[in-house]
């Protein structure tokens, strides 16, 4: 995929994980060029290529539409993300970190230091919170050098509401108590210890379920059903 392409999708991604785009919408190849800027060419790779990640579902003859996840489907994307992130995280303390990836980590936890030492949780802070947190999470699956660990922890990600990139940002304490999980997970990392680093990331994952879980109905506007929730495999 051209760097072109790469950019339509990741835009294009994001407008699904941020609601922009909702569920069920029909995307035509014409109106997203325009609205974009761009061929067709590759706004066709794009689609082909969210296809293919389960963002969105093909129609026959009638191009593609958002996928319509159930709340089931989004709670086993975290259970899975608790899986392969934990065995990312303890195949990156078995193999040790390399000193970039280490001056990467430390960086994204100072830089999470400073935003959270403010007390409050700023509108402007979000965006670069955010990023740090997909830097953190990046670096480490990729530290794992595992291609199959990182490619289904990063399609697990896709999922509306369970991506590192869509995050409650209204409670300074929750998101302070995911920061310092970022410390512990990072130190385990750092010194090795992969049993311990693979558990601190389950409950990292596990935790952003359960917070999912308990704003589910506010941030879609859908009843939570009565069926099982995350705190059932997840750890």
Not at 3 to 19: C, F, K, P, S
Not at 113 to 130: M, N, T
Not at 171 to 186: A, E, F, K, Q, T
Request: proline share 4%; charged share 25%.
């Amino acid at each position: 995929m051209n760097t072109l392409a790469e950019h339509v999708t990741e835009t294009l991604r994001n407008w699904i994980l941020q609601g922009i785009l909702v569920p069920g919408e029909r995307l035509e190849e014409i109106p997203l060029a325009e609205k974009l800027g761009v061929s067709r060419t590759p706004i066709r790779a794009a689609l082909a290529h969210l296809g293919n990640e389960g963002l969105l579902e093909h129609l026959p003859k009638r191009g593609y539409a958002v996928r319509v996840y159930q709340y089931e489907d989004i709670i086993g994307a975290y259970e899975v993300r608790a899986v392969l992130e934990g065995l990312a995280c303890r195949r990156a303390a078995h193999q040790g970190l390399s000193g970039l990836d280490i001056s990467k980590l430390k960086a994204c936890l100072a830089e999470g230091d400073a935003i959270l030492a403010k007390g409050v949780l700023l509108p402007e802070d979000h965006q670069p919170y955010q990023r740090m947190n997909i830097t953190l999470h990046e670096t480490l699956l990729k530290a794992a050098e595992n291609s199959w660990v990182t490619r289904f922890a990063t399609q697990a990600q896709t999922a509306p509401f369970a991506s590192d990139r869509i995050m409650l940002w209204d409670d300074h304490g929750v998101i302070l108590r995911s920061h310092n999980d970022h410390h512990r997970i990072v130190a385990a990392v750092i010194e090795r210890d992969g049993a311990r680093a693979e558990q601190l990331m389950r409950e990292h994952v596990y935790y952003a379920g359960l917070l999912l879980r308990d704003n589910y109905e506010r941030l879609s506007g859908k009843t939570v059903p009565p069926a099982h929730g995350p705190d059932n495999g997840a750890t």
